[in-house]
Structure formats: structure tokens, C-alpha cells
């Protein structure tokens, strides 16, 4: 995850008073991201790394820092804040402290980025047993800060590699674990990504699959024996029960991440299908439910040479601009980018496409035999001598939506899995030019290259702004 520095209200709280305001914040400068170790040939514990983006320094596109966690296997994946723009109302608070799950080894670590944001260190460190014995979860993913202060996580798991989609909360001070957020008995059976809307008093939560499904690759075999989830859950807010299941069925398996529109005031947002490759739409009704419609398909490919018959494009991260214009999405596998003006929330149009690497590529062991969309292979990615191995996984936008960021590693079973090459060379992270009015077109001369690390090659994952962005932050 990419994390991208903005500049903060001088008097109020953390982040900023609406989501058009922060559009107007500074540029970015660093950027956090995790950077894996596990699955690759190195022995060495996963790290934070924190990288310079600010084109008139000296040390551009480099890693300026690495913060080494203390343990081995941990599996560094998704991040977010003690506080954030949901606390934008408390000058008592500040946006100090990130929050950085473990997604095998199900450690939290708490990281300081106030006292050096450009040297980052650990605070502290919430136990594994921690989670186990008084939340009964394991395999903790998406953290949001809450506008009580407190802090809530996402888990997939439970202690036995089972599926179990709850919820921890941590004390936003002390960082101790205070308990579920669910009631007891009520956790849904898979989890993964949430995102709550309080004005509308509603949270909603995506399904991944069972670690002990996912932890050592992808087995088509496991969605039909179940252990991959295709449902969004609806929770009130207010009293942390589940109000519905959208079962988006086939169409909608593996439901990864969800977006409400920015605006505080909206009903209705999106959310990524990985194994389909769709997008679709969730929205409340007029009679104070809620639904979901298939808004955005992306069309398998007959090919050759490839484990399977058909390549999905398996749509793996999504994101929406601050001023809920523009969709972007990864394909992974088929290695694109796309842009969607989404102005008509009903009917999404394609703005904006670029290749970067991916299952594809025209000098690769694959050839496609039929492509609805009649799109030639395209030409390997080589960027300031660099090949591009991986496909675009997660992105990360600017404040005012100008540039995008995007890194290649998935998690780090399916890099070594789909992308043997990856895991063994590193990722990297590359930056796209936004058209206002719409249009991708690669940055030549961005690149930063995990493959060259001191420890040997790493998968970054996530990127983070120091000053928050639009994945971490949510509006009251």
C-alpha cells in the first residue's frame, strides 16, 4: 500500500473537513510502503519502507528509510491511521501512528511516523494471542480509525486457518485490544475489506476466502468447495448487528475492495470482483434497503499456455478520485489499468487504459485465442531498463488525482504462484499521469525498484501518504 503525505489543517484535526478540500492539500513527498520478504528467497523479516516521490529532491524515486519488524513471516499487507479526516472535528488528535497488520502472522504493529516521518519506528507491537483470545480472530487485513477515537480492523480468519469475517478494536491511545466490534456469535463466515458511511449509519464488509485456502496459492478447486467468499454484508453502525448478505453469486466472486463515494451524504459506492472481473455497483433502495448491480465487466480471454483455459482478468485493487468523478481498477493477470467516468453511476464509461506488464505480454508463454474485446498482446513493459515482471496490483491516487501509483505484488503465495519471476526479482512501484478530463499514460522516468533492496528483492505492497489519501480516509 502507497502512503502519500498532505498537508493538515492548521488548528483543527487530523486531515481535512471534506473530501473537495482535500483535494487541495500539498503534494505528496513520501510515500509508506511494506515490503514483504515471505515466499522469496530471503530469510529476512518484512519491512516499511518509506520512499521519496518529491521530484525536486535529490534522493527522488528512492527508498530513504527501512523500518525491519522484529519477526520473521509476518506477511505485511494493508495499513491505516490512528486518526484520520473521520477526526478532522478533535485538534486533540493527530495522525501519528500507523497501523500495520500481519496477515499470516497476525501481529499488529503500531509504527511511529510523527517524531521522523522519514524514519519511521515502532511503538508497539499488539500480540497475536491478543487477537486469538479475546476477539477469537485471526489474519487481521483493512484498519480505518473511527470518529470515537478507537480503532477497527478487518480479520479473514480464525486461530485455525478457518474462514471468519469479524472485526477487532483496538483503544486508540493505548493501543491494547478492547474486543469485537460484532456481537458475539455474529461474525459472517469470510472477511476481507469494510467501509462505513456513518451519515446513513451503515458499514459494509467484503468476503477473500480461508487462509488455509489462500495462504499457499490459488486452487480453483477451493471456490467450489466454498472456501471463497461472493457475498457483501450491510451493518448498522449504531448497533453492530448485520442487517443483510448480497450474495453476488458467480458473477461477484471474491468480493475484494469497497468504496463508498467519498461524499459523507452518498448511498451507494462500488466494489471489485476478483475471479469475475467485475465491478459492482451497491446502493440503497427506496424502501431503506439495500442492493447491488452489475455495472463493469471485464471478459475472460481464451488462451494457450497458461494454467487454464480462460484468463480472468482478476481485478484485484479499485479506488475512486476524492471528488467521486473517476473508478480505477487493476487487472492483474491481463495487466491493466482502467479509468471510468462515473458521473453516471449507473453506467460507468471507459476513460482511460494503460498495460504495464501482466500474463499477456506479446513475448510471453501465452497466447490468447479469442478476446471479446479484440485487444492485441501487448509489448512487455521496460522502464529505465527495468522489465516490468507482475501485473498492476495496488494503486494509490494523488490528493488532487493527478498522479497514480501503482505497485505489482499481489500477496506474496499468489506472486510466487502466477509470477514466479516477481518473487524472485522483486516489484516494483511506477506512477501514471491522470488527464483531467481522462486518460493513463505512463511516467518513463518514475520507477522504483524493490528488486535492488539491501536484503535482497522484496514485494511492496501498499502505499500510504503520510497526510492520509483515498483509501484511508472516511468523512462523518
Not at 508463454?365 to 521496460?382: A, F, G, N
Request: aromatic share 10%; with cysteine; glycine share 10%.
Amino acid at each position: 500500500m502507497v502512503l502519500i503525505v498532505g498537508a493538515s489543517c492548521s488548528g483543527c484535526g487530523p486531515g481535512y473537513r471534506s473530501p473537495l478540500d482535500a483535494m487541495k492539500g500539498s503534494r505528496e513527498e513520501i510515500v509508506y510502503l511494506p515490503c514483504i520478504h515471505c515466499n522469496t528467497d530471503s530469510l529476512k523479516p518484512d519491512y516499511l519502507a518509506t520512499v521519496d516521490v518529491d521530484p525536486k529532491s535529490p534522493t527522488f524515486c528512492q527508498v530513504i528509510h527501512r523500518l525491519p519488524m522484529p519477526n520473521l513471516g509476518d506477511e505485511l499487507h494493508h495499513s491505516g491511521w490512528n486518526a484520520c479526516s473521520s477526526c478532522f472535528g478533535d485538534a486533540s488528535r493527530k495522525r501519528n501512528r500507523l497501523i500495520l497488520p500481519a496477515l499470516l502472522s497476525s501481529r499488529v504493529y503500531v509504527v511511529d511516523v510523527g517524531t521522523e516521518p522519514r524514519a519511521p519506528q515502532i511503538h508497539k507491537i499488539v500480540d497475536p494471542v491478543d487477537l486469538f483470545w479475546k476477539c477469537g480472530l485471526a489474519n487481521p487485513h483493512t484498519t480505518h480509525c473511527l470518529g470515537n477515537g478507537q480503532i477497527m480492523i478487518s480479520c479473514i480468519g480464525d486461530p485455525t486457518g478457518n474462514g471468519k469475517g469479524g472485526f477487532v478494536l483496538l483503544d486508540g491511545k493505548t493501543f491494547e485490544v478492547v474486543g469485537n466490534w460484532e456481537h458475539s456469535g455474529e461474525a459472517v463466515n469470510f472477511g476481507y475489506d469494510f467501509w462505513y458511511q456513518p451519515r446513513h449509519n451503515v458499514m459494509i464488509s467484503t468476503e477473500w476466502g480461508a487462509p488455509k485456502a489462500l495462504a499457499g496459492g490459488f486452487n480453483p478447486a477451493h471456490v467450489k468447495e466454498g472456501l471463497y467468499g461472493s457475498c457483501l454484508h450491510v451493518w448498522d453502525w449504531t448497533t453492530h448487528r448485520k442487517l443483510q448478505t448480497l450474495d453476488l453469486g458467480e458473477d461477484g466472486a471474491i468480493p475484494l475492495e469497497v468504496r463508498f463515494l467519498h461524499d459523507p451524504d452518498a448511498t451507494e459506492g462500488y466494489v471489485g470482483c476478483a475471479l469475475p472481473g467485475t465491478v459492482y455497483r451497491f446502493y440503497r433502495t427506496p424502501k431503506g434497503d439495500w442492493a447491488a448491480e452489475r455495472v463493469i465487466s471485464v471478459p475472460n480471454k481464451k488462451v494457450e499456455g497458461w494454467a487454464l483455459p480462460e484468463m480472468p482478468g482478476l481485478i484485484t485493487d479499485i479506488l475512486i478520485s476524492l471528488d467521486d468523478r473517476f473508478l480505477y481498477f487493476s487487472n492483474w493477470l491481463h495487466g491493466d489499468i482502467r479509468q471510468y467516468d462515473i458521473t453516471d453511476r449507473r453506467s460507468p464509461r471507459l476513460v482511460g487504459q494503460v498495460f504495464l506488464g501482466g500474463s499477456l505480454v506479446s513475448d510471453g508463454p501465452v497466447r490468447v485465442l479469442e478476446d471479446p474485446e479484440k485487444q492485441s498482446q501487448p509489448p512487455p513493459r521496460i522502464i529505465k531498463g527495468r522489465r516490468v515482471s507482475g501485473g498492476p496490483q495496488m494503486l494509490q491516487l494523488s490528493l488532487d488525482g493527478r498522479r497514480l501509483y501503482v505497485t505489482t505484488s499481489l500477496f506474496s503465495g499468489w506472486d510466487k504462484q502466477f509470477y514466479p519471476d516477481m518473487a524472485k526479482d522483486g516489484s516494483v512501484m511506477m506512477q501514471i499521469d491522470v488527464s483531467v478530463s481522462g486518460g493513463l499514460s505512463l511516467n518513463e522516468n518514475f520507477l522504483v525498484d524493490f528488486g535492488k533492496e539491501p536484503d535482497g528483492p522484496a514485494l511492496a505492497h501498499e502505499v500510504r501518504y503520510p497526510g492520509g489519501d483515498c483509501t484511508s480516509d472516511i468523512w462523518l
